[in-house]
């Protein structure tokens, strides 16, 4: 059994965008200088096989949150920017689990699950949002950096609005004569490849349309300062708060980073750092943010009583939309590690991403985790870190991994769902890609096809993907697509 601290930790989840196996500099194959996230590894435990739930955000975060795997509800692909709030506000998430065992519960940063009813008015107060879902405190991203409305949000309002420069956003229509990324082509700060061409926002075009709003715009190479910023002011107005018997109030923290998803415009004190062009130096900036929140820690006082995690909502990706020179600039690192494929993708690469646990006393420093792990657990995980039970019905698929997470148990779950468009399944180093095609490489795209019963792959001698067992192992191809039936049917397969 993993040891329990006294009193339940506060929780600092860090969860970065598109950030691949290799991209950070404690993985294999990483290139990368992040010498504040190799400190959560140096001083804690890091994991070689932890998964996110998809290979894309919006399916990947409404897991985390919600306990409950995406495929099992409509609509959770890839949000619109003008999309509504996607998880319903009666779902119990991961920040109700903690806010009901006394936590003061916040998130910056990107949020990607929708906001409102859908097709909002974001000149008025937007409901339901995360306060809907237990979050005290959110300052975020709506959508993405590469989809309008391109303003930040909190507590239910875009930021810095001016009443008299009213916001306007669509996503079906085209509500102005401004010039598209399309035609004013040339006058842009950063190219566009696919898609990416309607509204132009600081000189970048974005994916859908919106007028107005000029004050409120987000300037790109702010947001990693801005969005620190945000975290600090909360996490320093939470760590002084007290419980009504004078006993210490914890918190939780999502602070979501936009970084490294596209567009890649890292401020400019970054430009240079990692040789690899913007990609590479929005990764630095990401170190950067991680530093700044961990250094809050040290100045505190708090390393033993906060759990931090670090983790990423689905694998790397090079070109995704903007000409931003990351195949070209690529050298030697390996944003997959030694995975196939990466973002989109039902291989490895699609999910499997860093996962790194910090917790002063409980993790031992330096260590090393080969247990399959999935974020599909941290809902129960950190329940039973706070000390709550899950409500009947409550995070389905999510079970209390606890041991695992603090390296105390080597093999973790026996079997993990991942979602790309369709599913794959692991079962301990085996895996399953059952009939369709899948994504391989890092964009620009090829594509994988599982023939009529799915493709099987032995993970222990082929972490690659490349040798395609089915035909050899008829008997374990047709148990493991009898479970993953099973767990589309009913949580656990019906345990
Ligand atoms: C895709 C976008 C891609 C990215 C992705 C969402 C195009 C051609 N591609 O549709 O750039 O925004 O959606 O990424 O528009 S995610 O990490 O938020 O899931
Ligand atoms: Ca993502």
């Not at 801005?226 to 602070?255: H, N």
Request: aromatic share 8%; glycine share 12%; net charge negative.
């Amino acid at each position: 059994m993993a040891p329990t601290a006294a009193a339940p930790p506060n929780v600092l989840l860090i969860y970065t965008d598109d950030v691949g196996f290799g991209d950070v500099g404690c993985y294999e194959g990483s290139r990368t200088p992040t010498p504040n996230i190799d400190r959560l590894a140096a001083e804690g435990l890091r994991f070689t096989d932890a998964h996110c739930s998809a290979a894309t955000c919006t399916p990947s975060r409404y897991a985390l949150l919600t306990g409950q795997y995406a495929f099992r509800k409509k609509g959770t692909g890839i949000a619109s920017g003008d999309a509504g709030l996607v998880i319903d506000p009666d779902t119990v998430t991961m920040a109700d689990l903690l806010k009901t065992a006394g936590y003061t519960t916040g998130i910056v940063g990107k949020w990607h699950l929708g906001l409102g009813e859908g097709g909002n008015d974001w000149n008025q107060e937007v409901r339901p949002n995360p306060a809907d879902l237990g979050f005290d405190h959110h300052f975020l991203m709506p959508a993405t950096g590469d989809r309008v409305p391109c303003v930040y949000f909190e507590d239910g309002r875009v930021v810095g609005l001016d009443p008299d420069d009213p916001i306007e956003v669509s996503y079906r229509k085209r509500i102005d004569s401004s010039p598209s990324g399309k035609e004013a082509r040339d006058t842009l700060r950063q190219d566009w490849s696919h898609g990416h061409n309607s509204t132009i926002v600081n000189g970048v075009s974005r994916i859908g349309w919106m007028t107005g709003g000029e004050a409120a715009r987000w300037v790109d190479e702010d947001m990693a300062d801005v969005f620190t910023r945000q975290a600090l002011e909360f996490l320093g107005a939470a760590a002084g708060q007290t419980r009504d018997e004078g006993l210490r109030k914890p918190w939780f923290l999502m602070f979501s980073t936009h970084d490294i998803h596209v567009p890649r415009l890292p401020h400019s004190r970054f430009e240079g750092a990692s040789g690899q062009g913007p990609r590479g130096d929005a990764m630095v900036q990401a170190d950067w943010c991680v530093g700044e929140l961990l250094a809050f820690l040290d100045a505190k006082g708090l390393n033993e009583e906060t759990l931090v995690l670090f983790a990423s909502d689905n694998g790397p990706v090079l070109d995704d939309g903007y000409r931003d020179d990351a195949n070209e600039l690529l050298g030697e690192h390996d944003p997959n590690g030694p995975f196939r494929a990466g973002k989109y993708s039902r291989f490895e690469g699609g999910t499997r991403t860093p996962f790194l646990v910090r917790w002063t006393g409980p993790v031992a420093p330096g260590t090393v985790s080969e247990a399959l792990f999935g974020q599909i657990d941290l809902a129960a995980t950190l329940a039973r870190a706070a000390g709550v039970d899950l409500p009947a019905g409550a995070c389905p698929d999510s079970r209390d991994a606890l041991d695992a997470l603090l390296g105390v148990d080597p093999i973790g779950r026996p079997h993990l769902v991942h979602e790309a468009g369709d599913l794959a399944l692991r079962q301990g180093s085996w895996k399953l890609v059952p009939p369709g095609n899948t994504r391989v490489g890092l964009g620009p795209w090829g594509s994988f096809t599982a023939g009529e019963h799915g493709a099987l792959f032995d993970l222990s001698a082929d972490p690659g993907e490349l040798s395609d067992l089915a035909p050899d192992e008829p008997e374990r191809l047709e148990a493991m697509r009898a479970l993953l039936s099973r767990i589309r049917e009913q949580p656990d397969g019906g345990r």
